[in-house]
């Protein structure tokens, strides 16, 4: 019997200790895709493919959810590399070289401190993988109908959600695409069109991760199913459905881009241009795709990855060279990403560095994207007076309309439907009664709900207006 005890006892203190779990690179991606730890246990990643491999925390290509599990370089091959992990919590991974490969890390601490800790973090995408557990949940149980319904419960409910929903989305997408690969199913939801399109970027990278790159022809057919009669309630949320899967393909080709490109951004942007007119020979579409391989180089800027980072003599250097409709997409993306993530300049100093752009489409180009970014950012608390008296300062006209567009927009991208028209009109209505600009901004306010609301209903929303000037200039068409 002592004998019994005394082995119970090593037993439970083996149990108890520190221990290591292998996870292996294969071909075919991480084996195995979840493993389940104590705080303090370690994970030992291990290859045994010819190629380096680069395992660390989402979110691809950053790595914020959990920094300190990143190797900050790649894995030779049949390398290894080790990682200890102290914080409890839920931590997916991907392999940096092939962003298609996820696996998830599993940490728990004392009781319900896993959870706990997630959803009390100020880290908003860490925040994002509790909702993103909870989201993918339902969809395994329930389905994707329901899982929609959830998102759009948390978006209307919670303005931390709403402003931090893009990496929640990408779960939706990643299901969708399967519901299309094996059904022929296309998802037509308004929703698939919130938190920065991150539907239609979960969408196309996981059909890269199924099909690969070179077969992202059936991502082209997938987003001009969008606009197919019947799809969206009307024209104008099909065109942007449709905008936004491509904006989701321009992404996901740049973020597929062989090892041997990085550094060189020119490389890296040409070929990607090159995919996506293989892909449309129409130029608004290769807009919106351009739009996508410019939002990811300037989060590659802005993080230091593929061996890039922004130059402070000339951050906006690649687009210079570019024509339309590449060029244009270029400034709004890159400029704004320089202004925010480097973090030198204010909102005010970074305004006043869109005009110093070389032409004055760039500067508009610029005006607009740093003007959208701060609306959406500050949705919840937006100071409408003074970022209209920041407008204002501007030195030229076309400026100064840019800049009341920008805001226009960016409550079209940050705000539930419900909110929008009586958010537009408060700003609208700090323009001097019967003024050019006031005609403009309330001329502005129609397009922007067409997506989402039937003419009739906009027709009837402009009519409330207390000015029959302002009503006159709302319903035009």
């Not at 991760?209 to 059936?218: K, N, S, T």
């Amino acid at each position: 019997m002592v004998l019994t005890l005394i082995a119970a006892y090593a037993w439970t203190l083996r149990e108890q200790l520190p221990k290591t779990v292998t996870i292996t690179r294969t071909a075919s991606g991480f084996v195995p895709t979840k493993v389940y730890l104590q705080r303090g246990d370690t994970v030992r990643f291990v290859s045994d493919i010819d190629l380096p491999f680069w395992p660390a925390s989402d979110s691809h290509p950053n790595h914020t959810r959990y920094p300190a599990f990143d190797p900050k370089t790649e894995v030779p091959p049949r390398g290894e590399w080790s990682f200890t992990f102290m914080e409890p919590g839920v931590w997916p991974l991907h392999d940096h070289m092939a962003s298609q490969f996820h696996g998830t890390i599993f940490v728990a601490g004392d009781d319900g401190e896993t959870i706990e800790s997630c959803l009390r973090t100020n880290t908003d995408t860490i925040r994002a993988v509790c909702w993103e557990a909870d989201l993918k949940k339902i969809i395994d149980d329930t389905g994707l109908t329901a899982a929609f319904d959830q998102f759009r419960l948390w978006y209307t409910e919670d303005p931390e959600f709403q402003r931090n929903c893009h990496d929640v989305t990408h779960i939706l997408g990643v299901e969708a695409f399967h519901e299309f690969k094996d059904h022929d199913t296309v998802v037509t939801l308004p929703e698939t069109g919130y938190c920065g399109f991150g539907f239609y970027h979960g969408f196309v990278e996981e059909m890269a991760r199924e099909y690969g790159v070179g077969r992202l022809e059936e991502g082209a057919r997938y987003c001009d199913s969008l606009i197919e009669p019947g799809r969206f309630e009307n024209k104008h949320a099909a065109d942007e459905a449709r905008a936004g899967c491509y904006h989701g393909m321009g992404h996901a080709i740049f973020d597929s881009l062989d090892g041997t490109l990085w550094g060189d951004a020119p490389k890296m942007v040409a070929k990607s241009i090159t995919e996506c007119e293989r892909l449309t020979t129409e130029e608004h579409k290769r807009e919106r795709c351009g739009s996508g391989i410019f939002n990811a180089l300037s989060i590659a800027y802005g993080s230091d990855l593929y061996k890039l980072s922004f130059s402070d003599n000339n951050p906006t250097a690649v687009c210079s060279t570019l024509s339309p409709p590449y060029r244009s997409v270029c400034y709004t993306e890159i400029a704004t990403g320089y202004v925010r993530n480097r973090n030198l300049l204010s909102f005010e100093e970074g305004l006043v560095y869109m005009t110093t752009l070389p032409r004055i489409e760039d500067q508009s180009a610029g005006v607009y994207g740093i003007i959208d970014d701060e609306v959406r950012r500050k949705i919840a608390h937006l100071d409408i007076k003074g970022i209209h008296a920041t407008c204002e300062k501007l030195p030229r006209k076309e400026l100064l309309t840019i800049c009341m567009e920008g805001i226009l927009t960016g409550f079209n991208n940050g705000i539930t439907p419900e909110k929008k028209f009586d958010r537009m009109v408060e700003f609208c209505s700090l323009y001097t009664p019967g003024s050019l600009g006031r005609k403009s901004c309330f001329g502005g306010i129609r397009g922007r709900l067409l997506s989402q609301f039937s003419y009739e209903e906009i027709d009837a929303l402009c009519t409330s207006l207390p000015s029959a000037t302002d009503t006159t200039a709302c319903r035009a068409k």
